[in-house]
């Protein structure tokens, strides 16, 4: 049974990396390069899309996560997983106080009530999905090598 949990979590997580991946360094970038007001529509709508689903997948992973660490507490790697864990509590902490509110704002903004520092703050959010991609894919190879 724990060596399905560990395989679920790690696809879990892995696939989520792997979402977080593709928007900081393929949509994004794809979105940014549209003309303004297309570029805004398109960050709003994947907003609502991603902001939607990811809470969800953030917090099944973290849920994973756990307890894979605590039914394995006594096998080998068990230290890694749970600082996974812990890295996945960072990630959703870091979520609900920075990117959130952000994305919130975000995904109802249009070309006619966008405000005049729309893009500073998708910028910001930018900067701080940055930092939670890095902190997800230590998580994730930290839970790959667990089960070595």
Avoid: C
Wanted: net charge positive; glycine share 8%.
């Amino acid at each position: 049974m724990l060596n399905t949990l560990e395989v679920v979590t790690t696809v879990i997580v892995g696939l989520m990396v792997g979402v977080e991946f593709s928007v900081v360094f393929i949509m994004n970038r794809i979105l940014n390069a549209l003309p303004e007001d297309s570029g805004q529509l398109g960050h709003a709508h994947g907003g609502r899309m991603l902001g939607a689903l990811m809470p969800f997948w953030y917090v099944g992973s973290l849920v994973l996560s756990a307890i894979w660490a605590v039914a394995g507490w006594h096998h080998h790697g068990a230290g890694l997983v749970a600082t996974a864990a812990g890295l996945l509590i960072v990630s959703v902490v870091m979520s609900m106080l920075l990117l959130v509110p952000i994305n919130n704002r975000n995904k109802t903004w249009t070309p006619e009530n966008r405000p005049a520092d729309w893009k500073q703050q998708l910028r910001r959010w930018e900067r701080y999905h940055y930092i939670r991609v890095a902190v997800i894919v230590a998580a994730f190879t930290l839970l790959v090598a667990s089960l070595t």
